[in-house]
């Protein structure tokens, strides 16, 4: 999946809550490709209330990898301003198509999400997530909380596709894109030398 993370106009520093847009819109598609690709990979993953549970985890898990990201790159008023901005973007996306779906009011499944990804933080907060990427045990997390989602035959070897695929594709493009938005400008694009043959 090729994710452009440029901004429109660069050669200024943007705000915290402009970053949380930019990642808000990446981590749905990031999500959506994990998806994908799980149900890709003959995993079951069923249109309605699985399938948005399924969804809701995994961007409650990029929230919280962005969130370990800007912990490093934002100092602590922009990171809060950054976080909460992207949780409260992520989950009013998530809330509009829910509804949509399922019905319901946005209002509600809006709450659901961020009382679920509150009650997720207290559990990703107990795992390190370092210059090299989340531990062993954070990425397990993710891979445990899908597979209670999962139907029994699917439980135990979803683990294994979201801990050795999903979420490392996830955490690499989460980390890749951040780093190239936090850049306050780009550097120009190298122009390609060509030898005449006269």
Do not use: C
Request: charged share 30%; hydrophobic share 40%.
């Amino acid at each position: 999946m090729r994710i452009k993370s440029q901004w429109f106009k660069e050669g200024r520093k943007h705000t915290p809550q402009e970053l949380a847009g930019a990642v808000s819109f990446i981590a749905w598609k990031i999500a959506d490709d994990a998806l994908k690709s799980t149900r890709k990979a003959s995993f079951d993953v069923a249109v309605g209330p699985q399938y948005f549970a399924f969804f809701n985890e995994f961007l409650i898990f990029l929230v919280q990898v962005a969130d370990r990201i800007a912990f490093r790159r934002l100092d602590n008023d922009e990171r809060v301003a950054f976080t909460s901005t992207l949780a409260n973007r992520v989950a009013e996306t998530q809330a509009e198509n829910q509804s949509r779906l399922l019905g319901g009011t946005a209002a509600a499944h809006k709450q659901a999400f961020i009382d679920r990804l509150n009650r997720r933080a207290d559990g990703y907060a107990e795992f390190d997530y370092g210059e090299d990427g989340p531990t062993f045990r954070f990425t397990r997390y993710l891979a445990h909380s899908l597979s209670e989602i999962m139907d029994e035959k699917d439980s135990d070897w979803v683990i294994d596709q979201i801990m050795s695929i999903q979420a490392p594709q996830a955490v690499e493009m989460i980390e890749k894109t951040m780093r190239n938005l936090l850049e306050e400008t780009r550097r120009p694009p190298r122009r390609g030398t060509s030898t005449s043959g006269d």
